[in-house]
């Protein structure tokens, strides 16, 4: 037999295969449709250099994990790398979703709850932009809900857009994003 007939029996197959397999998924039941199959990604994070905020990073891993139900954000590695620096500002900076570093500013954090700080920043790097509409209940509000504001949990959209980032599996980066000057808010930002 040559290859060509060959080919053919194994696409036909193929084809079958594909057909039944379909048919068997469109027979599936109301509750077994209903059940979550989205694949837990693995965020990992170091807080070898996170110095005094290492404690800070570990609580909002843990906000993190528990607002949303596809990702585990864990220190098992350094796909996001945690520092501090004194001034300049805290920022995080994305090579692509979920890699890259943030920059905690001691200074600001004086000011500021570190806790909702490295959660912000850690949302960042989950793929959420800054939103300065000054509400304390949005995490990416950042500095524009003012100093008083020590919310660090994500609203339950924030948690949603963070699962829809991480539903399909990411191969390829979408290029290097910094995010900058979230504490204090930019001028004009809703306080």
Not at 56 to 80: D, F, L
Not at 111 to 124: K, N
Request: with cysteine; hydrophobic share 40%; net charge positive.
């Amino acid at each position: 037999m040559s290859l060509r007939p060959l080919k053919r029996v194994l696409v036909s197959l193929a084809a079958a295969s594909l057909a039944a397999l379909a048919a068997t998924a469109g027979a599936a039941t109301p509750a077994a449709a209903g059940a979550s199959t989205l694949a837990i990604r693995n965020v990992c994070y170091s807080t070898s250099q996170a110095g005094p905020y290492a404690t800070y990073a570990n609580q909002a891993a843990t906000i993190w994990n528990n607002a949303t139900a596809n990702i585990n954000v864990s220190r098992c590695g350094s796909n996001i790398m945690i520092y501090y620096t004194s001034g300049g500002g805290s920022y995080a900076v994305t090579y692509s979703l979920g890699n890259g570093y943030i920059v905690i500013d001691s200074q600001q954090a004086a000011q500021y709850s570190p806790l909702r700080i490295v959660a912000h920043e850690m949302g960042h790097l989950l793929g959420l932009p800054d939103n300065y509409n000054g509400s304390c209940a949005i995490l990416m509000s950042g500095g524009s809900a003012g100093t008083s504001c020590t919310n660090p949990y994500p609203s339950s959209g924030e948690a949603a857009q963070v699962d829809r980032n991480f539903s399909f599996a990411i191969t390829s980066g979408s290029g290097t994003k910094v995010f900058r000057d979230s504490w204090p808010a930019p001028a004009g930002a809703q306080r």
